[in-house]
């Protein structure tokens, strides 16, 4: 966890990379799993198909009467089959009329299809275990502010996500966990690519100009929320944009959104910045203004230091009292 400037906001990356690890060694895991499973099941498959077709001989063998074994398969071929289903019965001989098998071949089908179905169930694990391991990692800001100094002003809040004045690479910011003791007016406006409404999850995409979300809120102790960027802009930056990406949050006195508020950035009224880099860093600056307790200014400071010298001087009997 690393800080910024300011006192009130904590700049946090996301745990991602650890869940990284333990998401990969879950995936590897689960493929040595779904392997073993697999190929006991074909194992266990072409066994039963081998003694499915032993025993399927042995019985026609024996029940054709025929001492020759090719005699009896000359027997069976000539027999007439009756499909019922991927059941097949074999008229051989008087002794063996009305006896049914299996189709072997179909026994093998059947095989086939839950090998395939076993592979599809693998190949899934292997995707789903490593799913997470393909996900990139977003960078999070947690976004705190003491709003007691304003507190019961009807004012409002401001966030806006925009892309740089030249070629700038895809990013997306959402706002979360948005939580404040203040109250929000509600019919929020937004502009460009911008999606939700507080205090439920904001997202916008860089992908047109002005992307901003303006709504009425009555301050009262703090507001608090997160802020989380991702996209190939900072996962993957492709050296070729000239532009990035800013985010900005700002706090207003009046429901116009025309003074800022809590802030001491006197060119825009932004209280919190934070830049998306060329190189897919990220910069958070606080402009957020501390709410102090009033100090002694420095007369009344000196004043007080003069009389507490006097005091002990008199006790001393070093000044005589004024006449």
């Not at 996301?14 to 190929?39: K, M, N, Q, V």
């Not at 001989?57 to 398969?73: A, N, T």
């Not at 592979?119 to 800001?141: D, H, K, N, R, T």
């Not at 507490?308 to 070093?318: K, V």
Request: charged share 15%.
């Amino acid at each position: 966890m690393t800080k910024t400037d300011g006192a009130r906001i904590t700049a946090v990356k996301s745990e991602a990379p650890r869940r990284w690890r333990s998401g990969h060694f879950a995936g590897l895991t689960l493929c040595i799993i779904c392997d073993y499973l697999s190929l006991m099941c074909e194992l266990v498959s072409v066994t039963r198909f081998s003694f499915a077709l032993i025993t399927s001989q042995v019985r026609y063998y024996r029940s054709s009467g025929c001492p020759d074994e090719r005699k009896w398969f000359r027997l069976a071929q000539k027999q007439p089959r009756q499909a019922r289903g991927c059941q097949h019965a074999h008229s051989i001989g008087t002794k063996g009329a009305g006896m049914r098998r299996r189709d072997i071949p179909c026994r093998i089908s059947r095989g086939l299809q839950l090998m395939h179905t076993i592979q599809c169930i693998f190949f899934s694990g292997v995707l789903l275990g490593c799913a997470e391991v393909a996900l990139p990692s977003p960078v999070i800001y947690n976004v705190t502010v003491n709003t007691t100094s304003i507190a019961g002003t009807p004012g409002s809040l401001d966030f806006n996500f925009n892309p740089g004045s030249l070629v700038t690479q895809a990013a997306s910011l959402q706002i979360l966990n948005f939580s404040a003791d203040g109250s929000l007016a509600g019919n929020p406006v937004s502009s460009g690519d911008v999606s939700g409404a507080l205090p439920a999850t904001l997202t916008f995409d860089n992908g047109t100009a002005f992307n901003d979300y303006f709504e009425g809120f009555t301050f009262d102790s703090k507001l608090s929320f997160d802020v989380s960027l991702y996209g190939s802009a900072l996962n993957s930056p492709d050296g070729t944009s000239t532009s990035g990406s800013t985010f900005a949050f700002s706090m207003f006195s009046d429901a116009a959104g025309t003074t800022p508020v809590l802030t001491n950035d006197s060119a825009n009224g932004f209280a919190f910045v934070v830049n998306v880099n060329l190189d897919g860093t990220t910069a958070a600056t606080d402009f957020i203004t501390a709410s102090s307790v009033p100090e002694p200014s420095c007369s009344l400071l000196v004043g007080i230091a003069v009389a507490f010298g006097i005091l002990r001087l008199r006790r001393r009997g070093c000044v005589s009292p004024p006449v």
